[in-house]
């Protein structure tokens, strides 16, 4: 099938005008808090017939992409915002770049703001209000208390993202919402359950996978502390969840190839499970008992530990940090890529399965964490995951 793709430009179509100078396009799809992204190269000679060049696009328009295939898939990319362009020699062109439309000014403005004994739904609340955003909270962080948090010449977007992070969550604005969701889900930032991208090592060019010994943070059910039942639950949230019988599932058949075969799709993901987790290297965190006036420890798994610097404020806060930790520490050691044909319903946070596996010791499920969808003339259309 032949690629194709539509461009609107502040809601007009651009495309019949546009692709006649487009050298490529691409969409970078970005899980977590980072920003999605668009770059488009156009050829920036002068016209034959009359001599002309390509008016320069203006910074603020909003760019909209469909991508995918005559007669077959094909999906809406979102909404770009112009934000910078650039023009080179040689050979002359024209480049286009623009990040998600969905972020905007006073998101990105310095603020000087306390939050005392709030949630982290009220919190998110609050900024979303003020920016224009309306708050869509992950019911489990909503409900988390945070003592003292300070917002000290700091924009809304560096204080969301600080603040989701000490809980191993993402704050990302997306189509009108301000999401606070959990990492590594299988799921859309926005919550939606993303159809699992299977593929079969015969439609892959190339693949490659990479493995990074690393001391591990502990399992955190080993606890050693007597936190109740729910904060122990928090504690070991996270794992991987099993595959259901009834998920949406993209299947890679020869249909899905591009036509040429300089087509890629690179992917670095984080393993959606590993079955012989290593338990080597605990955490200790320490925080403050106002009862007792005493400082206290709460470890997680064996030694040598790695203790976590900060003191929090109660019991709570602590685990929660620990549980954070051992997350973070337990993706990014391995990584899996591949090349293959482009496919528009690849998308960051999906999970990625070999089926069947590609060789024993290598897992075969993953997290994708960025796709870059390109549309190019030389190389057809290409899905490149990282």
Known sequence: MKPFCTVLANGEDITRTLMDYVLSIEITDEAEDKSDRITIELDD?????????????????????TLGYEGGKNRDMGAYLIDEISVSSPPQSLNVTGRAASMNTSYRTPKSQSYHQQ??????????????????VDPALAKIVVRHIDQTAESDMAFATRLAGEYDAVAKPVDGNLVLAKRGEGK????????IVVIHEKHCTSWDFKYSARD???AANGLETDVGD??????NAREPEEMDDDENFIHMDDSDRAPSPSESEKAETTPE?????????????????VRSGEKKEVKSGNPPFHELKYTYHNQAEAVA??????????RGKSSFSCDIGGDPFVQAEAKLVQEPPFRPYIPAEWRIKSVKHKLDKTGGYTTKIE
């Open 45 to 65: 000679r002068a016209r034959d017939s009359d001599n002309g060049f390509l008016d320069i696009p203006l910074i603020g328009t909003v760019i909209s992409i």
């Open 119 to 136: 949630t982290l739904g009220s919190i998110v609340q609050e900024i979303a209000q003020r920016n224009g955003y309306t708050p869509k």
């Open 188 to 195: 859309a930032i926005t919550g939606e359950t993303l159809p």
């Open 216 to 218: 591990e943070a502990g």
């Open 230 to 235: 729910d904060q122990k639950a928090a504690a």
């Open 273 to 289: 499970k590993e079955e012989d987790k290593e338990k080597k290297g605990g955490v200790i965190a320490t925080y403050y008992d």
């Open 321 to 330: 940090a620990i549980a954070a930790y051992r997350n973070k520490s337990s």
